[in-house]
């Protein structure tokens, strides 16, 4: 647990939430553009930027429009295997640019990444949630633990490894992606570490930011942070696979973003952003978390672990074991 010291400059912390479109399955183009962001988020004076769900290189949108489910089908495969070549893999590297630069401008990251993880043979993908503190290092790696609905027929299920929280200034900081954060284990568990900035990422819409952004700030009495992107029927490369296919059921919109921030009264600070791409920033205060943890804390005060207690299993999971 974070040490509280009581000066305006570690009780205060400028965040950036970067409401921003993709450059869509194209991972190096989708790179400098995040690069371009921290920067900008570094020049309006933010320790903390965040990015929405799946932004490196794009949410699968074509899945819904295009019989997804459909077996064996030549566009599913094509436009799939398109996904997986410009997915990340961590471990070669393709995060460093983005570390090096946390490094130099002194500010921490959260960044929602297709994985194609090297320890699960490197051709699946997850959607992962990495946080890279100041000094440029990649201190967690959370793989989304469930995929929701269609999102099923393009991800892979993670695990627990990344539900961990990281010391920032006086806050303790966490986070999960979209419906993980309607899971209500998953939330307790990144309660119990110490959390009380919580940071939810979102492909992007203020139908589901709107709600369980207030829930969960006023079910944890923490800040809540949602972080969506933004994407339009014009922004789809036209050297996407099948992309007549895509554009016939496509609508104009389909993400409008909806990045907001929760108090944790489970008040708006700042509420849903929408159709406007950008930095949002918000100073936040840590004196609120304690003031309203005063009549209640879920895994303090107001908890009976003698009753009720969470087994977390934070093992990374791997189908091979190498014994040399």
């Known amino acids: 647990m974070s040490k509280i010291i009581d000066t305006p400059d570690q009780n205060n912390l400028k965040i950036g939430m970067a409401q921003i479109s993709p450059v ?3 991972k190096d183009a989708t790179i400098n553009k995040i690069k371009e962001y921290i920067i900008k988020a570094s020049n309006d004076g933010c320790e903390l930027v965040v990015f929405g769900e799946a932004l490196l ?3 699968p949108f074509w899945v819904s429009m295009t019989d997804g489910a459909k077996f064996d089908s030549k566009i599913q495969k094509e436009i799939h295997a398109h996904y997986i070549k410009n997915s990340i893999q961590i471990e070669a590297g393709e995060l460093d640019e983005i570390c090096a630069l946390a490094k130099q401008h002194k500010i ?22 990495v946080y890279i503190n100041s000094d440029g290092e990649i201190k967690s790696v959370h793989r989304k633990l469930q995929p929701t609905y269609e999102e099923r027929l393009t991800w892979a299920p993670g695990d627990g490894n990344g539900l961990r929280v990281h010391e920032l200034k006086n806050f303790t900081v966490g986070g999960l992606n979209c419906w993980e954060n309607w899971m209500p284990l998953p939330r307790t568990a990144l309660y119990g570490l110490g959390e009380d900035l919580h940071i939810a990422v979102w492909p992007g819409s203020d139908y589901n930011t709107a709600d ?3 829930f969960i700030a006023r079910e944890s009495r923490s800040y809540v942070v ?3 992107s933004l994407m339009s029927k014009a922004d789809f490369p036209t050297d996407t696979p099948h992309l007549d296919t895509i554009l016939e059921n496509c609508p104009d919109t389909l993400a409008n973003g909806g990045s907001c921030i929760a108090g944790p ?15 949002i920033t918000a100073t936040i205060d840590f004196n609120r ?15 009976r672990p003698d009753v009720t207690k969470l087994t977390v299993n934070r093992e990374r999971q791997s189908t091979v074991e190498i014994n040399d």
């Not at 921490?108 to 949630?129: D, F, P, Q, T, V």
């Not at 009264?265 to 930095?279: C, F, Q, R, S, Y």
């Not at 003031?291 to 005060?301: I, T």
Request: glycine content about 10%.
């Open 24 to 26: 869509w399955l194209n």
């Open 57 to 59: 290189p794009g949410y």
């Open 108 to 129: 921490a990251i959260y960044l929602g990444l297709m994985e194609r993880a090297k320890n699960r043979g490197g051709h699946s993908i997850y959607c992962s949630l």
């Open 212 to 214: 369980i952004t207030r």
């Open 226 to 228: 949602s972080v969506s």
């Open 265 to 279: 009264d489970g008040e708006w600070i700042l509420p849903p952003v929408i159709d406007k791409e950008g930095i």
């Open 289 to 303: 978390v304690l003031e309203e943890r005063q009549n209640f804390d879920s895994v303090g005060h107001y908890s």
